[in-house]
């Protein structure tokens, strides 16, 4: 399972978020997701299972296929649940 993390640039918030997610799928004990991050212009449907984005580009990002929207990309107990969600929902967990 792939997972993309996409933000405007490509480098910070998206990098962040792909790092907090790692930090959640190790403490749920999943070790059989990648994750990546990539600017919005760049991300391409076929290029994850999953896509996390920030709610500032939502729209933008609504073509890509299944979009993970966070209202806030600093909220580790929002990114936690849903990602948790996500590994129920793919039967990660």
């Known amino acids: 399972m792939k997972i993309l993390t996409v933000c405007g640039s490509g480098l910070g918030t998206s990098f962040m978020v792909e790092m907090n997610i790692n930090t ?3 403490e ?3 070790t059989d997701v990648e994750v990546n991050h990539s600017d919005l212009s760049s991300a391409a449907p076929g290029d994850a299972d ?6 500032d580009i939502a729209e933008g990002g609504s073509h890509l296929g299944e979009v993970i929207v ?3 990309i600093i909220d580790m ?3 936690r649940e849903k990602v948790t969600q996500v590994m129920k929902d793919k039967g990660k967990i």
């Open 77 to 79: 107990d929002e990114l």
């Open 24 to 26: 959640i799928l190790s």
């Open 50 to 55: 999953v896509f996390f984005l920030a709610k």
């Open 70 to 72: 966070l209202e806030s």
């Open 28 to 30: 749920l004990g999943i």
